[in-house]
């Protein structure tokens, strides 16, 4: 068993409406992930397996460092461009649009990104490997705090499928949710574990703080970390910024402002 402990600073900044610029720094304290030296023997290429290597060099890290630009292009449209480092392992260029009705607990969107892989420092350098990925997302409300989401398209290997999630969203903000990706990769290709699937659980900083943010923080659990089906992360994706604002979500909410 592995595990490491430490701070995370970051810092938000909106000088206008729709542009925001955000950061985070990551430093280890104590913990052992960085005494992992088994090597990846992944055929493809190594967008996620190489996540020891990460480890090890990367302390203290840039976990994000972008500057993203959120607009309206329409009734029911919006629109989001995103660009730096997008995440720990990838820097680049994210563009997002989403049609989501208000009253609806139906929306569609589509993502392009350009990105290019990261120095193992996870500080400001580029390695060699760059790639075009992008989805077409089909999301649906079901009522009752059950969210059903489909995202289609290409993945950060270069490898083509689909990736089915459930989300279940309590009350009290906390959210449990499973998901599964199925690419064209083989099994025996992909390695240990065939394809890419695990469980994803988010806590409001609130519910930890006691003071009123939007904040949360999520973590995902892998049986184990391979390079098919790997999506890129990017921080401000729009369905998860505009569905909270929209009438079924408001109006589910309503009981807990009375009581």
Known sequence: VRADAGVEVSARFRPARGLEFSGAMRKKVLGNLD????PSTSGLPHVRSDFNIYDRQGDPAITNLTGAYYFKPGTDFYGRVTAGYLEPMFGGV??????KPVNSRFALGVEANYARQRDYDQLLGFQDYDVATGHVSAYWDMGGGYHGQV?????????????????REFENGWRVGAFATLTD????????????????I????????GQPTRDDYTAT????TRDGGARLQVEGRLYDRVRPLQAPELQDGWGRFWR
């Open 202 to 209: 988010t806590i409001p900083i609130s519910w930890i703080t």
């Open 151 to 167: 995202d289609a398209g290409r993945y950060l290997a270069g490898d083509w499928g689909a990736t089915l999630s459930l989300d």
């Open 221 to 224: 659990l892998r049986p184990v």
């Open 185 to 200: 990769v083989p099994f025996e290709e992909f390695g240990e574990g065939s394809f890419d699937k695990g469980i994803r």
């Open 35 to 38: 005494q992992s030296s088994r």
């Open 94 to 99: 994210s563009a997002e649009l989403l049609w």
